[in-house]
């Protein structure tokens, strides 16, 4: 072996230990840390100022332009395509070639620009928008379908340090970035602070979905991997479960977007069974199979990666139905070798009301946050 090969061998090996070393240091922390707010959830105390413009030039005289493929961005999340009606802007896949650029994607960047402007086509989008961990905004970014140009514009020139180099995140829905303007003197590059910082991808119903959520970025699956110190992203579908069929059958999913993602995960979450409810017992052997199918799925795509199964959500409370899903599901993750997360009585008769929206259902802003903190713990302590 030449000392050239030998050299990146051992590199390698040591960023892969510092990594794992780093990973286990923030579940430790997370097992301490207490349920509160968190600084991603908050918004920052001086933050710029925001404004939004429908215009398909800038605003910023003499812009310098980064296109939305520049080496500067660490994009997580499936495959960017270009979108045919502007070839500038670029989107999420749903992993196999197809352009609904609906799911989940995050743009990150470091930059000194005192001004810059961000390039969004109109496409129904949902996003935040954060700096240095927190966000420009208590309100979430929204987009119509209309599918024009519109540039959210971040100005620090009030600001004591206007020029600090700061670090931007831009993670949504149906988001359809087109890249940055920046002030003629600002600079953009690659965010390499995050190279050790670890990631959870999470294949789950609606509550990963976001709904509920004011965004996708702040779900509990997000301040779930803020209590780990890592990043997170989400196949959430709206009444899914083990037994989905047609486009949800678990382990399709898995092949169209976990598996498919730009960055290989450290952590792989499996949070379905509510929507399993119903289960009788020949339902309760099919999920079954369709578990082991999808925990399969998952290791054949990131065999370094760690599993953990949560158990059912429970908006009001635990139920008997549900307690048949649990049971099937603490089983599955055994004989498979997966860290198993009971949720029961996380949300239950005494907490319901302050968690649980009016429809009975589905988690408030709150309950994301809290559910979020508390899986995040319950987490670190199953792999610990």
Request: hydrophobic residues 45%.
């Amino acid at each position: 072996m030449s000392a050239d090969l030998l050299a990146r061998g051992i590199g390698a090996r040591a960023h892969a230990v510092a990594r794992r070393n780093a990973r286990e240091t923030a579940m430790r922390t997370a097992v301490a840390a207490p349920v509160g707010p968190l600084a991603c959830f908050t918004v920052a105390a001086s933050p710029p100022l925001v404004t939004t413009t429908d215009a398909a030039a800038t605003t910023i005289p003499s812009a310098v332009r980064v296109a939305a493929t520049n080496a500067c961005f660490r994009v997580t999340g499936t495959p960017i395509l270009a979108v045919a009606a502007d070839p500038s802007a670029y989107g999420a896949s749903d992993g196999a070639g197809g352009t609904g650029f609906a799911r989940p994607i995050q743009w990150e960047w470091m930059s000194d620009a005192a001004q810059l402007e961000l390039l969004v086509l109109k496409h129904n989008a949902l996003f935040d928008v954060f700096v240095d961990g927190q966000l420009v905004q208590e309100g979430a970014f929204a987009t119509p379908a209309t599918g024009d140009r519109r540039l959210v514009k971040l100005d620090w020139t009030a600001t004591g340090d206007p020029r600090r180099p700061r670090h931007y995140r831009l993670a949504g829905i149906n988001l359809l970035f087109g890249g940055l303007y920046l002030d003629p003197a600002g600079s953009a590059w690659f965010p390499g602070d995050g190279a050790r910082r670890g990631f959870i991808a999470v294949l789950g119903d609606s509550y990963s979905q976001g709904t509920g959520a004011p965004t996708v970025a702040r779900t509990w699956a997000a301040a779930a991997a803020a209590q780990l110190q890592m990043d997170a992203w989400s196949d959430g579908a709206g009444g899914a479960g083990w037994n989905s069929g047609g486009t949800n059958v678990p382990a399709q999913r898995v092949a169209k977007g976990i598996a498919a993602l730009t960055r290989a995960p450290d952590l792989l979450v499996t949070a379905m069974g509510y929507n399993d409810f119903a289960a009788d017992a020949p339902a309760l052997v099919s999920l079954r199979g369709r578990y082991d199918a999808s925990v399969a799925a998952m290791r054949s795509a990131w065999p370094a990666a760690r599993i953990v199964t949560l158990g059912p959500w429970t908006p009001l409370g635990p139920t008997t139905a549900l307690g048949r899903v649990r049971a099937a599901l603490i089983e599955a993750a055994a004989a498979n070798g997966v860290a198993y997360v009971d949720l029961e009585n996380f949300v239950g008769v005494g907490n319901r009301g302050i968690y649980t929206a009016p429809d009975y259902v589905h988690p408030t802003a709150a309950g994301h946050l809290y559910l979020g903190r508390r899986i995040g713990q319950a987490i670190a302590e199953a792999l610990a």
